[in-house]
């Protein structure tokens, strides 16, 4: 079975300021990571993924994470924030036969102050 | 191309009613998830249609039903409504029907007052 934690259900920023969200999850058999953005009223747009290959994986918007398969974390970064970045992000895990449903974090609500 | 559609956008519905939302995939793709988004629950699997066939199934009860239609289209049902069931229904399609390869809709808001 997968599980995702997400910690802080609310980060605040600066903008220009470092943004770091945080995932853990629990996997048995090696995962597929997610990460996807929900702005109001909106679907969920994909970020960035993880599958295979480069543990280091670049998305849209700037944003980037590692898979760390030691600490079992994927978290995202992005090193300048922005006004637009104001969002909520949630983090999925799936195995890696992709056959299985994303199992989602509760998400964190990212707020971007001027 | 046209991404995945939802429809209606928004639904007022009260207890005891029954609703049915649609979602129509990107042209192409095969399969539609559903999924329920609630504040406290988050993001929870309902079902997924693959070619017409259930092929996943979440753990919700009996009430939501679905089906997939020749052309892919796919409508989830629910019976009974009640409070709990307020929510933003999502739906995502794929073509092979790979989790990792999911594009979703902008959801249906559903209040059951």
């Known amino acids: 079975a997968q599980s995702v934690t997400q910690l802080g259900s609310h980060v605040s920023v600066s903008e220009g300021a470092l943004v770091l969200l945080r995932c853990n999850y629990s996997?048995?058999?090696?995962?597929?990571l997610f990460w996807y953005v929900q702005y109001p009223n909106q679907g969920l747009q994909l970020l960035l993924k993880y599958t295979t290959g480069a543990t280091l994986v670049k998305g849209i918007n700037g944003f980037e994470a590692e898979f760390k398969k030691s600490e079992t974390s994927f978290h995202l970064t992005k090193p300048s924030a922005h006004m637009s970045d104001a969002a909520e992000y949630f983090c999925?895990?799936?195995?890696?036969?992709?056959?299985?449903?994303?199992?989602f974090g509760k998400g964190t609500r990212l707020s971007v102050i001027a | 191309k046209a991404g995945v559609t939802q429809t209606p956008r928004y639904l007022i519905k009260t207890r005891g009613q029954q609703v049915t939302l649609s979602c129509s995939p990107i042209s192409g793709h095969r399969s539609v998830s559903w999924y329920q988004q609630t504040p406290g629950q988050g993001l929870q699997f309902l079902f997924e249609?693959?070619?017409?066939?259930?092929?996943n199934k979440g753990n919700f009860p009996g009430r939501f039903s679905g089906r997939q239609f020749s052309n892919s289209r796919s409508e989830m049902n629910v019976s009974t409504l009640e409070l709990g069931d307020s929510a933003l229904y999502l739906c995502a399609s794929s073509f092979s029907g790979n989790y990792n390869e999911q594009f979703f809709g902008p959801g249906t808001r559903l209040t059951v007052l």
């Open positions: 249609y693959f070619s017409e066939t259930q092929r």
């Open positions: 996997s048995s058999v090696p995962p597929y």
């Open positions: 999925a895990v799936t195995p890696n036969s992709g056959n299985t449903p994303l199992v």
